[in-house]
């Protein structure tokens, strides 16, 4: 591990849903900045819910996340806007804008310093240029021009890697980034998504259900059974004995 | 017969049970409500024969042929009827735009504003764009002003629910991937929610605006301009091959709208 | 930090990128309609001082309408209840007419050719003149009275019933008419056994759509003097009757929207 300098804090989250399903049962850990947390674990775990929560997306029931810094729970409005743009995020179902070219997907990532300019999607040229050479970084020079529904599963997905890293993120969430993709495409986005956030120092917390691209990928591994962390450790630690641990709830439920 | 066979045979006819019960039940009351509809209006068929022949003579003797030497008396009510559709579907759309948005339970997180949207549009929807020209005329006068706000406030109701409709079912992922970069909610509006709805809006206004045409050729008939009043004053004048003259005017206007809408809506949903 | 140098000079990059002639395209669009939105508001006389006019003495007007004239109930309940008649035979015979005139209009079933075209012409005739003017035409025949409203419907629905009937005709299978005429059944017997049970479900969505619509119309028939409820709006406006006219609005809107809920389950039941 590089530095041991802590970026994101996570306190006793807690989040339950209206309905009354618990989904985090009071979830603590750090993220050193600069690593690569991969959070494994089944699926309805509360991985998706643990990312949501850290950019604001789903709000907390208790307990504190703090980013850089800043405490998340109870942002708002313009103040949770500027924590957005520091934190990147990637969909499993990409939510890229597929009726917009590739080029204008990525400078969405750089909407938040626009205001009324980014209203009407006039950007400067200088992050237009910047845009085209991130895109060029993923590979996908020669589909700048295309309009995103013409793209492969795996080219959106990179698409979606380009807007994030526009926004010149301090950390980037990938909420099972490749759980839609075959498992070609899959390797290849992963590969991506690692060579981008070292080149650009990003910190990463990606969230999998594969443990061999966790153990592939990963600086550190968290595993989240029914809303509680099981496991914490590099690559190395996560055994056979630890992964049947992991998983070993999910096939009692069933 | 075998019992196997009898067995299939109850089972044929059980499954046709529930189907033809409810068929039955349907036919049973669609009888009672048309003869309840045929005792309530005095409709009666000896009038229905004694109306045929006045209608064919009717038909005959007094619409045919047009008087087509009267074109020129149309042309500007047809104009008029153009313009009233026109400028009745611009302010439609710019005023359902607010409405649907307001009224998509997506976009808009306060219930309150919700059910206050979808309430407004469903009731301009409800009442006619006639019973609306009825109004207007009352209050700013007859000619094409009323029913130009007529035409406007009846299609309002339909887009903002139509276009609310469309708004609720684009994909959200897309709308909170635009949030999670920190979008404001304007810009997630015209990034993100803006390129899905668009082609269901160029529909719904391009069919709204054929609508209008047939809303804008009746409004007259109330007073409130356009090809109706011309039709209604020739009418009145017993000018019947005059009348019939304005009826092809609307039809042709009906034919060649519907026709030049159809082919712009294509070519504007294709560069799309 | 990897550098991925700029395979295009900024002039190619530029025109890569660059949406101006999609701009532009849709900018013509928008000068045009625009102008032709101000060329139409001053054709027919309209500007902003006519409209602070007008809104102002249309909330004079609303301010008046208030309360409205519940005392007119009793007199407007049979008018409505006879609005609604009016739908019912109108869209009844609408349909009994575009279910029998589609079978010789229909491509794939009609006895003679030539008579599918005249028929659709026909339908398209009948749709696109407003069923307002339809009234109007069979009151000067037949005179004043729901008689000219029910025909008026009638026609006009033949005209929308037609053509979707005699298109879902033309695309059931051929396979279903070929197999029924080859076991030697009439044409009577291939329509209404082969024909009919295919195409059940769009007739009667479109004929509970076109219930919809004619309920919309027949609330209004009688300001032309087609019978109904439409009368009383006209009567009312002309008086300066205005708790009243409000009266007959809310009346015409419970009729509609009661009709909806109606058509609403009905169609539900259907699928």
């Known amino acids: ?144 021009a295309k309009r995103a529904d013409q ?56 969230s999998l259900h594969q443990i061999d691209y966790a153990r592939n990928y990963a600086d550190r591994i968290i595993g989240l ?30 | 017969m075998d019992r196997n066979m009898e067995n299939n045979l109850a089972q044929l006819k059980k499954s046709r049970r529930p189907g033809q019960l409810r068929l039955l039940f349907a036919i049973i009351l669609v009888i009672v409500a048309v003869i309840w509809s045929w005792a309530g209006t005095g409709f009666s068929i000896p009038a229905i024969m004694r109306g045929v022949p006045r209608i064919y003579n009717f038909i005959i003797d007094d ?86 706000i007529a035409i406007a406030l009846g299609g309002a109701g339909m887009l903002g629910k139509t276009y609310a409709d469309s708004l609720e079912e684009i994909d959200m992922g897309q709308v909170e991937a635009l949030k999670a970069v920190g979008a404001s909610w304007f810009q997630v509006l015209t990034q993100a929610v803006l390129p899905q709805f668009l082609p269901d809006f160029f529909t719904w206004s391009f069919y709204r605006f054929d609508l209008n045409i047939r809303s804008a050729a009746v409004v007259g008939l109330v007073g409130a301009g356009g090809l109706g009043f011309s039709l209604d004053t020739a009418i009145r004048l017993f000018q019947f091959r005059e009348a019939t003259m304005g009826i092809l005017w609307i039809f042709g206007l009906i034919l060649i709208v519907e026709f030049i809408t159809a082919k712009s809506r294509d070519k504007i949903l294709e560069g799309l | 930090m990897k550098k991925v140098n700029n395979p295009l000079n900024e002039k190619e990059f530029k025109a890569l990128i660059s949406k101006r002639k999609d701009n532009l395209f849709y900018l013509i669009i928008l000068i045009f309609m625009t102008f032709f939105l101000f ?95 339809w009234a109007l035409l069979f009151i000067t025949a037949v005179g004043l009275g729901t008689l000219p409203g029910i025909l008026a419907l009638g026609v006009n629905s033949i005209g929308m019933l037609g053509k979707v009937f005699s298109e879902s005709f033309e695309n059931i299978n051929k396979a279903t008419i070929e197999g029924l005429n080859s076991t030697g059944a009439s044409r009577m017997q291939v329509f209404f056994q082969g024909v009919v049970p295919e195409t059940i479900p769009i007739i009667l ?59 609403g389950y009905a169609r539900r039941v259907v699928r």
């Open chain 2, 63 to 148: 619409l045919i042929p047009p008087r087509f030497d009267s074109w020129q008396k149309f042309l500007n009510p047809t104009l008029q009827t153009l313009y009233m559709a026109y400028v009745g579907a611009i302010f439609a759309i710019i005023l359902s735009l607010g409405l649907g948005i307001i009224s998509a339970n997506n976009l808009i997180s306060n219930r309150l504003i919700v059910y206050l949207g979808r309430g407004i549009s469903s009731f301009l929807r409800a009442v006619p764009a006639v019973a609306w020209a009825v109004i207007l005329v009352a209050a700013v006068g007859l000619g094409p002003f009323a029913g130009t």
């Open chain 1, 1 to 144: 591990m590089k530095q041991k300098d802590v970026l994101i804090k996570i306190s006793d989250l807690k989040k339950s849903f209206p309905g009354g399903t618990e989904a985090l049962k009071g979830v603590s850990f750090d993220v050193y900045r600069g690593e690569l947390l991969v959070i494994v674990g089944a699926s309805g775990a509360g991985k998706s819910t643990l990312l949501r929560c850290i950019n604001g997306l789903s709000a907390i029931s208790s307990g504190s996340i703090v980013v850089d810094g800043i405490e998340v729970n109870g942002l708002k409005g313009k103040k949770l806007r500027q924590l957005r743009t520091d934190v990147g995020m990637i969909f499993q179902s990409f939510n890229i804008v597929n009726r917009k070219r590739v080029i204008d997907n990525a400078l969405h990532g750089r909407l938040a310093y626009y205001g009324l300019r980014g209203v009407l999607g006039l950007y400067s040229f200088e992050d237009k240029k910047k845009a085209f050479e991130i895109l060029a970084r993923l590979d996908l020079e020669k589909q700048v």
């Open chain 1, 151 to 206: 793209l492969s599963g795996g080219q959106k997905q990179r698409v979606a890697i380009a807007r994030a890293i526009m926004q010149e993120p301090k950390v980037l969430l990938a909420d099972e980034p490749v759980a839609s993709l075959d498992p070609g495409a899959s390797s290849k986005v992963l590969g991506y998504l690692h060579k981008i956030c070292q080149e650009e120092d990003i910190t990463a917390i990606v």
């Open chain 1, 225 to 254: 059974t029914e809303g509680v962390v099981t496991f914490e450790g590099g690559p190395e630690d996560l055994d056979d004995e630890a992964i049947q641990e992991l998983y070993f709830n999910e096939e009692e439920e069933e």
């Open chain 3, 205 to 263: 969505s479109w004929s509970l759509f076109r219930f919809d619509i004619n309920i919309r119309y027949s609330s209004i028939l009688g300001v032309v003097g087609a019978g109904g409820i439409g009368w009383e709006l006209v009567r009312a406006s002309r008086m300066r009757d205005y708790p009243a006219l409000l009266m007959v609005i809310l009346v015409i809107l419970v009729m509609v929207y009661a009709v909806e809920q109606f058509t």
């Open chain 3, 39 to 133: 060329f139409s508001l001053s054709q027919m006389n309209i500007n902003p001082a006519r409209v602070i006019r007008g809104f102002s003495t249309l909330s004079d007007l609303i301010k008046n309408m208030f309360p409205p004239d519940f005392g007119q109930l009793s007199r407007l309940w049979p008018l409505a209840i006879e609005s609604i008649q009016i739908a019912i035979l109108g869209t009844v015979l609408g349909i009994i007419f575009s279910i029998t005139l589609s079978m010789f209009a229909a491509k794939n079933l009609t006895p003679i050719p030539g008579l599918g075209v005249i028929l659709k012409g026909f339908f398209a005739f009948t749709r696109a003149v407003p069923a307002l003017v």
